[in-house]
């Protein structure tokens, strides 16, 4: 969160900040409202086990706290809270496992395990730390670099809360790690009866929604995906 709120001082800044031009190519709040579920706003109870953003605790609850102590000794005109929540969208949803957001680094996509030709490479120099993505295969000249983000012990439901898509079922963890933890329902409320097809004139954002539950909840057939408890952090 602390981050979240320099992020958006910087962005508040403009041109005069010596990050202006990669702040300019992070995704806006439009661009996220069109698909990412952080941006539901709690109106749909995803299962606690994977919802990394409204469930008791997550991130948007801590947002609100730490929010809420920032103001208190705030600086003359403070972002406001949907600013730094923004932000906080952005670092969640570009950074990867070890990191926070790193530029041009972040900007790689990533895609199934076959399919990935890259992977993060922190290394430490005196102390200093350089950040790259290292070839995994042989590239070919045009191909797409595919990062490996380095997720794939989080079930599909932590895994879209995050990032708002997911790479398939068989991508993803299916079930708790911790034996002793009982596998929680990640179609808790997202059953064709709870979760119906949204309207023409429903927000984005629900549309996706519904499209992960059609996937992976819909299907009477199909063995609900189970989530590991309180998922892994992002």
Same mark, same amino acid.
């Given at each position: 969160?602390?981050?979240?709120?320099?992020?958006?001082? &910087?962005?508040?800044k403009?041109?005069a900040?010596?990050?202006?031009?990669?702040?300019?190519?992070?995704p806006?709040?439009?661009?996220? @409202?069109?698909?990412?579920?952080?941006?539901?706003?709690?109106?749909?109870?995803?299962?606690p086990? !994977?919802?990394?953003?409204?469930? +008791?605790?997550?991130?948007?609850?801590?947002?609100?706290?730490?929010?809420?102590?920032?103001?208190?000794?705030?600086?003359?005109?403070?972002?406001?809270?949907?600013?730094?929540?923004?932000?906080?969208?952005?670092?969640?949803?570009?950074?990867?496992?070890?990191?926070?957001?790193?530029?041009?680094?972040?900007?790689?996509?990533?895609? !199934?395990?076959?399919?990935?030709?890259?992977?993060?490479?922190?290394?430490?120099?005196?102390?200093?730390?350089?950040?790259?993505?290292?070839?995994?295969?042989?590239?070919?000249?045009?191909?797409?670099?595919?990062?490996?983000?380095?997720f794939?012990?989080?079930?599909?439901?932590?895994?879209?809360?995050?990032?708002?898509?997911t790479?398939?079922?068989?991508?993803?963890?299916?079930?708790?790690?911790? &034996?002793?933890?009982?596998d929680?329902?990640?179609?808790?409320?997202?059953? +064709?009866?709870?979760?119906?097809?949204?309207?023409?004139?429903? &927000?984005?954002?629900?549309?996706?929604?519904?499209?992960?539950?059609e @996937?992976?909840?819909?299907?009477?057939?199909?063995?609900?995906?189970?989530?590991?408890?309180?998922?892994?952090?992002?």
């Amino acid at each position: 969160v602390d981050l979240a709120i320099h992020m958006a001082l &910087e962005v508040r800044k403009g041109n005069a900040s010596v990050y202006a031009p990669y702040l300019r190519s992070l995704p806006t709040q439009a661009d996220y @409202e069109r698909f990412h579920p952080a941006f539901s706003r709690g109106e749909v109870a995803f299962s606690p086990a !994977g919802d990394m953003w409204y469930a +008791p605790g997550r991130l948007y609850h801590q947002v609100v706290k730490c929010y809420a102590l920032y103001m208190k000794e705030a600086p003359t005109d403070p972002p406001s809270f949907e600013e730094v929540f923004l932000n906080l969208v952005r670092i969640q949803s570009r950074r990867f496992e070890g990191s926070e957001l790193v530029p041009l680094v972040e900007k790689a996509n990533t895609a !199934g395990a076959a399919e990935l030709n890259a992977e993060p490479a922190p290394v430490f120099d005196d102390g200093e730390l350089t950040y790259c993505l290292q070839a995994s295969r042989d590239i070919s000249a045009g191909e797409e670099i595919l990062a490996d983000y380095q997720f794939q012990d989080l079930s599909a439901l932590t895994f879209f809360t995050i990032f708002g898509f997911t790479l398939g079922a068989d991508e993803h963890a299916d079930e708790d790690e911790d &034996e002793d933890d009982e596998d929680e329902d990640l179609c808790l409320n997202l059953g +064709p009866d709870e979760l119906p097809k949204p309207g023409d004139g429903e &927000e984005s954002w629900l549309h996706n929604v519904w499209r992960f539950a059609e @996937e992976y909840c819909h299907d009477p057939k199909q063995a609900k995906p189970k989530g590991r408890r309180g998922g892994a952090g992002a």
